[in-house]
Nanobody
Framework: QVQMVESGGGLVQAGGSLRLSCAASGRSFSNYAMGWFRQAPGRDSEFVAAINGSGGLTEYLVSVKGRFTISRDNAKNTVYLQMNSLKPEDTAVYYC??????????????????WGQGTQVTVSS
């Protein structure tokens, strides 16, 4: 099993930046693709970004493309989400998740096996 813990959330003003981290346990981290999802109050979970096991392939929600960057450091068993030019509509709880196999990217929550507990991101106007 893969255990994951998110960190780095907080309160920022519009236009600011945050860097989220997701630290995973286990010996097979690189065998999993990793994704970030977010959920705002009263809304469904929304795909944000994904990265394959080697880190060479990424995919983004259109509305965050150019502002957010997903990356991973397999030596540290950690995936990151760098968020720049934040907007109030980015406010949500952000979750990291793992999918298998690591060579594929998925956009739907049902394709992910392991989930972190989430970290709150709040962007003030």
């Amino acid at each position: 099993q893969v255990q994951m813990v998110e960190s780095g959330g907080g309160l920022v003003q519009a236009g600011g930046s945050l860097r989220l981290s997701c630290a995973a346990s286990g010996r097979s981290f690189s065998n999993y693709a990793m994704g970030w999802f977010r959920q705002a109050p009263g809304r469904d979970s929304e795909f944000v970004a994904a990265i394959n096991g080697s880190g060479g392939l990424t995919e983004y929600l259109v509305s965050v493309k150019g502002r957010f960057t997903i990356s991973r450091d397999n030596a540290k068993n950690t995936v990151y989400l760098q968020m720049n030019s934040l907007k109030p509509e980015d406010t949500a709880v952000y979750y990291c998740a793992a999918s298998f196999p690591g060579s594929r990217l998925f956009r739907h929550v049902s394709e992910y096996t392991y989930w972190g507990q989430g970290t709150q991101v709040t962007v003030s106007s």
